[in-house]
Every structure is written in C-alpha cells, then in structure tokens.
C-alpha cells in the first residue's frame, strides 16, 4: 500500500517568550500558520514483510536512518511490516520553517491512514510532542496561536491570502544556541512582559484591514540574538523590502526570513533579485 502526504511548513507571525520553567525549557506565545511550501512524503508499506524501516531523501545532509524525525515518527506507530519512506524535500532545514517536524507529522498521518486510522488526531498529537514542539501544530494545519511549549494551540483566523516569499541564505544557528543568548540577554526572563500588544493587531486585523497595518504586528523576539550574528538575515530582509515587501521578519528561531507582499508580481521581483544572490527562495502563501 501506498500514499503521499503533503508536509507543509510553517511561518511564525509572532514568537515571543513568556517564562524560563523550571526544566529549562520556555513556555512561549506565538502565532503560527502553515504555508503551502511543502516537503512530500511518500509511505509504502508492506505488511507481510518483516518488521522495518527505510528512509531515502532527494536531499544532501538530511539523515536517512533513525536520526531522521520521519524515521522516529514511523517507530512510534510500526508495529509489524517493513515501511519505505521517500522523502521529497523543498523546505529548507535548519530554518525556522519546521521542515522536520512537518515530515514527522505527515509520517503519523500518512502511516495512521495505512494502518486503518488507528489513532484519532488529537492521539497523533500527543505521540506528535514526544517528538518535537512543532509536530502538533504540523498536525492541526492551519493558523494557530501556540503556547506553552507547543503544545497548547487555539485555532483562529488564517492570515491575509497574500503571496510570501521565504529565503534563507548564509550560516544557520542552533535552537538550543538562540534560546541560551536570549536567557543571556533578558537575564532569564526573570522581569520580561511579552509583547501582547503586537501579536493583537494581528488576531484583530480583518479583511478590510491595510496589510500594512497588519504588517505592523510581525514580532520574533529571536531576531534581537541571531540577527546581529548573522547578517544575511538583514540582507534578505533589505532586498524583501526594496522590492514591495509590506513586511519582513525572521520565523522561528531562524534563519530563513519572510515577507509579505500585495500582489505576486511584486514577489516574483524579490524572489528573483534573492534566487540572483544566491540564496534559497521559494513564493508560496498561507495554508488555511
């Protein structure tokens, strides 16, 4: 039996921090929407075969044993048969854009679907967050405001349909390194407000709203820690806004960055100018 699933990425509209727990881990507020940019994964299953697991990918540098998220995700569901799993990847890694978890959460759906729709989706998000922080809203879709460690999520409207461009380009930063700079620089979120202000413009935006307006709610408290690091990041954002971006920010913990255009001939120009610098670029646009 076979099947292909779509694993679409996601973007953060607005990533701020609300406490340090005490396990170390931080409790967060964002708002994230999935995006049409999509990895597809491709499950073929045997189950008369004896019991395993093989991953190939048309990527470099993606592993293809049980280091893979894909691998890790089909682990927890296989009981018996030999699972082949292609992975078809266009979501750059390292980026912010939740391009693995996106590919673990399409393997729990896709496999579920194989196996006879064992688990509802509320079940496969809850195997989803033993995986990752990001697999649970990979599994919802949508427009999410996410908090907790991930895994509180409350639907609510999907962003303006208006063409993105995402591009990534330059030397990444670890997720683990941007949390320890930020402990570092709001001396462990000991006094920090976030700023709810921001991300209300932006569940208050409708369609009749500027998307300048809207524009003015994009926050990503990472962009204070890796930006100055890493300077491709102001580089994409200064070619996004040159060529009619109404709004740029960084997603996730980096580094791929995004804008948000009007109209799409505007983002074929920005698109083509960054894809002319050498960078990885795509357009794509919000996945309801």
Do not use: W
């Not at 524009?215 to 890493?230: A, D, Q, S, T």
Request: charged letters at 25%; glycine letters at 8%; a negative charge.
């Amino acid at each position: 039996m076979q099947i292909s699933i779509n694993a679409h990425a996601k973007i953060n509209l607005f990533l701020d921090i609300v406490s340090l727990r005490e396990d170390s881990y931080h409790n967060i507020l964002s708002l994230m929407q999935a995006v049409t940019l999509h990895d597809v994964i491709t499950l073929d299953y045997d189950s008369n075969a004896d019991r395993s697991i093989e991953i190939v990918c048309n990527a470099k540098g993606i592993p293809c044993d049980e280091k893979n998220l894909a691998y890790k995700a089909a682990d927890m569901l296989l009981e018996r048969g030999c699972l082949k799993i292609a992975i078809e990847k266009n979501i750059p890694s390292e980026a912010g854009l939740a391009g693995g978890s996106a590919d673990a959460a399409a393997t729990l759906i896709g496999l579920n679907e194989l196996l006879g729709n064992r688990y509802s989706l509320d079940e496969l998000k809850t195997i989803g967050k033993k995986l990752g922080a990001d697999v649970p809203f990979c599994i919802e879709g949508g427009s999410c405001i996410v908090e907790g460690i991930g895994e509180k999520m409350t639907k609510c409207a999907p962003m303006p349909d208006f063409p993105l461009v995402i591009a990534r380009m330059g030397v990444g930063m670890s997720t683990p390194t941007a949390y320890r700079k930020l402990d570092e620089k709001f001396d462990r979120f000991k006094n920090y407000s976030p700023k709810i202000d921001m991300l209300e413009i932006l569940l208050e935006s409708n369609e009749n709203t500027p998307l300048s307006d809207y524009c003015k709610g994009l926050y990503n408290i990472f962009e204070e820690v890796v930006e100055p690091e890493r300077p491709a990041i102001t580089t994409i954002k200064n070619i996004l806004s040159k060529n009619g971006a109404c709004g740029t920010l960084m997603t996730g913990s980096g580094t791929a960055v995004f804008g948000i255009f009007e109209n799409e001939e505007a983002a074929m120009r920005a698109n083509s100018a960054l894809l002319s610098i050498g960078a990885t670029s795509s357009i794509c646009y919000p996945k309801k």
